[in-house]
C-alpha cells in the first residue's frame, strides 16, 4: 500500500516539471522589449548589441543594448532600442552586413571599424 502513494507523488511531479517545461520554452518566443528608446543612444555607453527577428509570438525586430559599465559598477545594464529610429536602422545594417558568423551579440566597435 505504500507504493501507491509514492506512485502518485511521482506522477503528479511530473506532470508539474511537464507544465514548467511548457512555460519556460513558450517564454522564449515572446517580445522581451517592452518599451523601446526613440531617442539617440551615444555609441561610446554601447558595448554590445543583440537583435533578434521577428518570431511567432513577437511580431516586432527586437534590438538589445548592452551598456558599458557606469562608475565600475558590475550591474549589467541593457536597454531596448526601436528599430525604427536611425540608428537602430544603422545597426541593422551593420549586423546585416558584418555578422557573417551569426553570433547572439555583436560588439559595437565592429560597426565602426575603419577600412583598410
Known sequence: MAFLPRALLLLLLAVVCIQLSGVL???RDRCWCLK????RVP?????EFSIFPRRSKCDMVEIILTLKPVN?????LQRCLSPETKQGNNLQACWNNKNTNNTPTFKISN???SHK
Open 25 to 27: 520554452a513558450d517564454r
Open 36 to 39: 523601446s528608446l526613440k531617442k
Open 43 to 47: 555609441r561610446e555607453e554601447i558595448e
Open 72 to 76: 565600475n559598477s558590475t550591474e549589467v
Open 111 to 113: 560597426c565602426f571599424e
